[in-house]
């Protein structure tokens, strides 16, 4: 497809004189608006202004530019269809092969701390209608809608005048692209300016590819790695990459953002040690050092080959205490000089550093895909309802109650169904994805003897993230010395599961709020 005639409007000009020096070369006739044609004339390149073809002045200021039939049609028209360019010839209107637009820059003012008056003065009208003119006329028009793309142009033009067929099919999908992601940015912002925070119809969402990963969950599935852009709170997607070895994997991700958000609960000096999806261990103390140590204790098995994710400085002490045992990934809020010399050498471990870690999150919506769909829902930000209520005849101490609410900070974010054993400070056994609450309970209990010792789980509590639905649950609780037990309640055998406590002198409480981890 040869090149005759093109038209130059961008926002960006970003090499566009280079570009236009090599179209001139090729004796290429070039149509511009306002900003790129004066850049154009300095530059000492010919070029005709727009309004010379509409026969019609660029008006309201700037907002009517190439919107003209004039315009459009010399995109639109079908080259092989003889109808097509009759009308133009009876109507003196030359064909545009070449289309090279960029839009204004709606998402980067809508991102700062402009008015809403200003962001809506960066909406472009005649660009995307221009893009998908060119786009849809591929066949006989090359679009351009990145900088990025100029040397291709360049290129093919200088071997031999035309852009070929494959290229124009790979612009026109580009352009497709970057329309609809433009057009899905206004529409979030508008949806948030006017307070429909809903379910629409359609949902309509943009994602950013940060990067492409080694591969998916298994080694024969390929994977990427994208991000909201409207998502402003810290996150595994928003840390700093400060040390990669073998590239962050699908997994390494997934388990980061677990570790994230767990540790995110605690505002007291915290360590948390996740393996595949599951906290293994958390504990909490006044120096971070010891917090990793009675972290990584709870299974120091698990431990091996999972995440660390920590709420304050990473010391050169803290460094060598994590490198007693093999980490995929370190997570906190800063790194020491010295630490990361310490790290030095560890050819694979990688390194997120995130200073946002310890901030409360704020409400979002989270996304998971089945097949042929997508599951919508509010995150789970909540830990209670409305405190806590005690339901038998003994209440708990405040030492139990601390030791409740630290296990049930835990029990949210293992999967279900989850059982934490826990003191006030750290946990002491987990149990994650039974099909029996039961075998949850016997899974978190074997841990803690193997680990802990086997007194350790006397005078400890027991965190359910769903209710008992039977007392089978309490009546092994008891027999480990369980004191205290937090759970949702909700059960149709809520006053048999109560009696059970009664019997065995437990003091359980219910929160009405439920954490199901799927």
Known sequence: MKISRALLSVHDKKGIVELAKALARQHIEMVSTGGTAQALKRAGIPVTDISQVTKFPEMLDGRIKTLHPRIHAAVLADRRNAKHMQELKRQDILPIDLVVVNLYPFEETAGKKHTPTEATEQIDIGGPALLRAAAKNHENVAVVCNPAQYDTIKRELLEGKAISEKTRQRLALEAWEHVAHYDVVIENYFRRRFGKDDFPKHLNQSWEKIRNLRYGENRHQQGAL?????????????????????????????????????????????????????????????????????????????????????????????????????????????????????????????LLELPGIGKKRKAYREYRSVVGGLLVQDANTQLLADGLKVVTQRKPTDKERAAMLYAWKIVKYVK???????????????????????????????????????????GCAMASDAFFPFRDGIDFAAKLGVTAIIQPGGSIKDKEVIAAADEHGIAMVFTGTRHFRH
């Open 226 to 350: 994208y991000r909201d852009p409207g998502f402003v709170s810290e996150s595994v997607v928003t840390a700093r990459l400060l040390k990669e070895g073998k590239k962050l994997s699908y997994n390494n991700i997934l388990d980061g953002n677990a570790a994230i958000e767990l540790i995110k609960e605690f505002e007291e000096p915290t360590a948390a040690v996740i393996k595949h999806n599951n906290p293994s261990g958390v504990a909490s103390d006044a120096k971070i050092l010891e917090a990793y140590k009675q972290a990584r204790s709870v299974d120091p098995e698990a431990a091996f080959g999972g995440i660390v994710a920590v709420n304050r400085e990473v010391d050169g002490g803290v460094a060598r205490e994590i490198l007693h045992t093999f980490v995929e990934v370190v997570i906190a809020p800063r790194f020491t000089p010295e630490a990361m010399k310490v790290f030095e050498g560890r050819k694979n471990l990688r």
């Open 416 to 458: 279900s169904n989850a059982i934490v054993f826990a003191k006030e400070n750290r946990a002491i056994g987990i149990g994650a994805g039974q099909m029996k609450r039961v075998d949850a309970a016997k899974l978190a209990a074997t841990i803690a003897r193997d680990y802990s010792g086997p007194d350790s789980l006397k």
